[in-house]
């Protein structure tokens, strides 16, 4: 069972075409862009990446394609839902197509109480046994805190490998690496947080902005982990206006918008999420001029 999903990883968008079909030839060459980039891990199927709106034929192509063009590179399914039957069976269909783990957020919108919330991850880890997940809280989206109490008890389960934490707490990110098992992994799951979570004792960074500056963000990564504390401060200093861009308005509005500019895309999300407001565009292309991504 392969657990390493450490260092860099990229939530990976997902490109439409102008009729709405997803464009699985620019996805392809989205990883690839990814994976010349240095990233360490792939996540097809989160948020990033628009999984709500996608059917089952579209989740499978993407898994598929990212797969083949991985190059090596462990890819972690997204395959969380409040819908518990649901999210198993995705799980289950992850480890079919061949992948190496599942990202699975906390349920949203039934907010169950913690006992809930450990029996969903562990009716989603029978449903594909030995296969690794990584436990991922986002309470902005989903209304849910994974509180480290509740963690502690997802920790018993030997599938659930790793923490991908979104929840903007400095505090609650101290408090799970402090406590956090040997053999677990505390992902950072903010790009404005990655050096703030390695330094307090993370393995990694889910990155939205590494879709555009995967490099970047790699020798970002790298440095915080092995303690290039100034290179570290420097980088995430001069990406720190990339990141706000890309926050603007909602993931991934903005990072569509990126995309675009590099050629790795439509700027075309799918309803009820609307392309990027010209502001945003302008802001968005400014830093990537900036880190002279684009000309």
């Known amino acids: 069972m392969l657990t390493d999903f450490s260092g860099l990883c990229v939530a990976l968008a997902t490109p439409f075409q102008a009729s709405g079909a997803v464009d699985l030839g620019a996805f392809q060459h989205l990883v690839r862009h990814v994976v010349a980039g240095g990233v360490d891990v792939l996540i097809p199927l989160g948020s990033t990446g628009e999984a709500a709106t996608l059917n089952d034929n579209e989740r499978d192509a993407l898994v598929e394609t990212c797969l083949a063009e991985s190059r090596g590179r462990p890819v972690v399914v997204g395959t969380g839902s409040n819908n518990t039957a649901q999210s198993a069976a995705w799980t289950k269909r992850a480890k079919q197509l061949g992948a190496h783990g599942a990202l699975v957020v906390t349920p949203y919108y039934n907010k169950p109480m913690p006992s809930g919330i450990v029996a969903h991850f562990r009716a989603v880890a029978d449903a594909a046994p030995g296969f690794p ?8 989206r989903t209304g849910t805190n994974l509180a480290p109490a509740t963690l502690a008890q997802l920790w018993q389960n030997p599938q659930v490998v790793a923490v991908k934490e979104s929840s903007g707490n400095l505090a609650q990110i101290g408090e799970i690496a402090r406590a956090l098992p040997r053999e677990k992994l505390l992902l950072a799951g903010d790009d404005n947080l990655a050096l703030a979570t390695i330094a307090v004792g993370g393995g990694g960074l889910v990155s939205v902005a590494a879709n555009v500056a995967p490099a970047l963000f790699k020798e970002l990564v790298v440095c915080a982990r ?34 675009e500019l590099l050629g790795l895309g439509t700027a075309l999300p799918r309803l009820p999420l609307l392309p990027a407001e010209d502001a945003t565009r302008r802001r968005v292309g400014e830093a990537l001029r900036a880190l002279e991504l684009v000309g």
């Open 226 to 259: 092995e303690g290039q504390v100034g290179r570290a401060r420097e980088l995430h200093q001069r990406l720190l206006p990339l990141m706000d861009a890309l926050f603007v308005e909602s993931n991934p509005i903005p990072l569509k918008a990126g995309l």
């Open 133 to 140: 997940i990584v436990a991922y809280n986002v309470p902005g």
